[in-house]
């Protein structure tokens, strides 16, 4: 399939089946991939403008917020001490400034706009440059919000990972699903396909496949992120040049998270992971 880059160069990619079944991956990977990157916005979102859509889009944000600190702290409510979080690509720091009174939390950030932002607003969290800065068996839990999609050596990343985590601790994923509703729906328009961003595209069934070949991981649970759906029609409608994207996103958007209430195929998903 042929996906075009909507959100910014235009420029034409291919999205092909990799061995595992529902797992696919964006073809070429552009060596530059940094320029892709670079546009206001990215962090557009994280600017006080007093606009009505900058007011609805925090309080979205509020609630998206409150319930990944609800996700994180069910994961990890056996642990009596002060739990650490690495919250693996950042973004400008919104997640954990969130949860940084109640964690001891870490922040990666490769891009540099973003990484300023989220230094500005978190003076409690430790930015590393490098994972090698944290100590091997040292972090309780790491997130990742729609991070884990822009990785190319997964599998380095993963080990990386396993080694910074304690005994038990916990990995979180958060993932595009493309074979949700919406997915299908808007096919090579559908925005969660960011390409040349995304460089893995994930299906439910996929990304359990692929786990299950993790020996040293467990899947413990997954769980939905439903305002995505309504965030990636609106975007998707925007693509496909409707004039009421707003609207007809909307509708799309519900009507995916209640086809999904009974397959369990919501828009985007988060994958709760245990180190053995």
Same mark, same amino acid.
């Given at each position: 399939?042929?996906?075009?880059?909507?959100?910014?160069?235009?420029?034409?990619?291919e999205i092909q089946e990799t061995d595992i079944s529902?797992?696919?991956?964006?073809?070429?990977?552009?060596?530059?991939?940094?320029?892709?990157?670079?546009?206001?916005?990215?962090?557009?979102?994280?600017?006080?403008?007093?606009?009505?859509?900058?007011?609805?889009?925090?309080?979205?944000?509020?609630?998206?917020?409150?319930?990944?600190?609800?996700?994180?702290?069910?994961?990890?409510?056996?642990?009596?001490?002060?739990?650490?979080?690495?919250?693996?690509?950042?973004?400008?720091?919104?997640?954990?400034?969130?949860?940084?009174?109640?964690?001891?939390?870490?922040?990666?950030?490769?891009?540099?706009?973003?990484?300023?932002?989220?230094?500005?607003?978190?003076?409690?969290?430790?930015?590393?440059?490098?994972?090698?800065?944290?100590?091997?068996?040292?972090?309780?839990?790491?997130?990742?919000?729609? =991070?884990?999609? @822009? #990785?190319?050596?997964?599998? %380095?990343?993963?080990? !990386?990972?396993?080694?910074?985590? +304690?005994?038990?601790? $916990?990995?979180?994923?958060?993932?595009?699903?493309?074979?949700?509703?919406?997915?299908?729906?808007?096919?090579?328009?559908?925005?969660?396909?960011? =390409?040349?961003? @995304? #460089?893995?595209?994930?299906? %439910?069934?996929?990304? !359990?496949?692929?786990?299950?070949? +993790?020996?040293?991981? $467990?899947?413990?649970?997954?769980?939905?992120?439903?305002?995505?759906?309504?965030?990636?029609?609106?975007?998707?409608?925007?693509?496909?040049?409707?004039?009421?994207?707003?609207?007809?996103?909307?509708?799309?958007?519900?009507?995916?998270?209640?086809?999904?209430? +009974?397959?369990?195929?919501?828009?985007?998903?988060?994958?709760?992971?245990?180190?053995?």
């Amino acid at each position: 399939m042929k996906v075009k880059d909507y959100f910014l160069t235009q420029e034409e990619f291919e999205i092909q089946e990799t061995d595992i079944s529902g797992v696919l991956k964006t073809f070429p990977i552009p060596e530059n991939i940094g320029k892709y990157y670079e546009s206001k916005n990215y962090i557009s979102h994280h600017q006080d403008s007093g606009s009505l859509k900058e007011i609805i889009y925090k309080l979205l944000q509020k609630f998206n917020l409150k319930y990944k600190k609800e996700i994180l702290k069910k994961s990890v409510n056996q642990i009596t001490h002060q739990k650490t979080c690495l919250d693996y690509g950042c973004g400008a720091g919104e997640f954990i400034k969130y949860i940084s009174n109640d964690y001891i939390t870490f922040g990666y950030e490769p891009n540099e706009n973003a990484r300023n932002f989220a230094k500005q607003k978190n003076n409690k969290t430790k930015f590393i440059s490098h994972l090698d800065e944290i100590e091997n068996q040292s972090l309780d839990v790491i997130t990742l919000w729609h =991070v884990f999609e @822009h #990785i190319e050596n997964q599998d %380095k990343i993963l080990s !990386i990972f396993h080694q910074k985590l +304690k005994y038990n601790g $916990k990995l979180i994923i958060a993932v595009p699903n493309h074979t949700s509703y919406d997915g299908q729906k808007y096919k090579n328009f559908w925005a969660a396909y960011d =390409v040349p961003r @995304h #460089i893995y595209h994930f299906s %439910k069934n996929g990304m !359990i496949k692929w786990l299950s070949d +993790k020996k040293e991981w $467990k899947l413990e649970k997954i769980s939905p992120l439903l305002l995505d759906a309504f965030y990636i029609s609106i975007l998707s409608e925007k693509y496909m040049k409707n004039p009421l994207f707003w609207l007809f996103g909307m509708i799309q958007g519900a009507i995916s998270n209640f086809k999904a209430l +009974k397959t369990g195929e919501f828009s985007s998903l988060i994958y709760i992971i245990q180190k053995k």
